[in-house]
């Protein structure tokens, strides 16, 4: 089974702070993502990587920014946290080969407030 | 511009009854399409999918069909349980996964 584990389920912080969000996979895929979720807005691409140290913005880049370096590890990161990036933010990882091609493995989520 | 809409929020169905759940995409580039469950406090978990080279898919309870020319897919749930109660998300994305996902539905199954 692909496990996507997410560091933190639920985060508090202060605006301003910079957060960092960690996301592991253990299944070797290429691709991995960050997205966003809010109510009546659905999941919203953040950042992508379909390779170590490759990063490519979404839909919603703006206030937040990535690392990957190493395969199995995607970082997102809040430079300065502001309240509205308060949401639950989701880890995905996908292959690029094989019958589980482009199907997304997601991660529990972690619930961040920004106060 | 959200490329992917599910116009209901929510859906209220007895159990034992067809669950319908309904999306609606603006991108004629999308060619592959998930249709993801979500318990709060949890990540959303694959339920199906369909490429654009199929007009439906099945798997157990869960059929999905697609419209190509409409730029619709449906998601059938027959029979509908309690433990289906959740939000539903629809997904697209062109031949390499970028994907766009919809709004969500929630999902209320009532005995």
């Known amino acids: 089974d692909v496990k996507v584990t997410q560091s933190s389920r639920y985060l508090v912080k202060r605006t301003g702070e910079k957060v960092f969000l960690e996301c592991v996979q253990d299944m070797d895929h290429e691709n991995m993502f960050w997205y966003r979720q809010d109510p009546g807005l659905g999941l919203r691409l953040i950042y992508f990587s379909y390779d170590v140290k490759m990063k490519e913005k979404g839909d919603i880049p703006e206030g937040y920014s990535v690392s990957r370096e190493k395969k199995e590890r995607f970082s997102l990161i809040l430079e300065s946290a502001s309240t509205n990036q308060t949401s639950m933010y989701l880890c995905a990882s996908s292959s690029t080969i094989g019958p589980l091609m482009n199907r997304l493995f997601f991660g529990s989520g972690t619930q961040l407030s920004v106060l | 511009d959200q490329q992917v809409k599910q116009n209901s929020p929510s859906l209220s169905v007895q159990e034992g009854r067809i669950s319908i759940l309904n999306c609606d995409y603006t991108n004629s580039m999308f060619d592959y399409f998930l249709w993801y ?42 029979p509908s349980q309690p433990g289906d109660s959740a939000v539903y998300f629809c997904a697209a994305s062109p031949r390499w996964g970028k994907f766009q996902f919809g709004a969500g539905t929630q999902v209320v199954v009532t005995p």
Not at chain 2, 42 to 70: H, M, Q, W
């Open chain 2, 37 to 78: 469950k979500k318990y709060p406090a949890e990540g959303p978990t694959f339920l199906i999918s369909i490429s654009s080279i199929k007009d439906k898919n099945e798997d157990g309870r869960f059929t999905v069909f697609l419209n190509k020319s409409a730029k619709h897919l449906s998601l059938h749930i027959v």
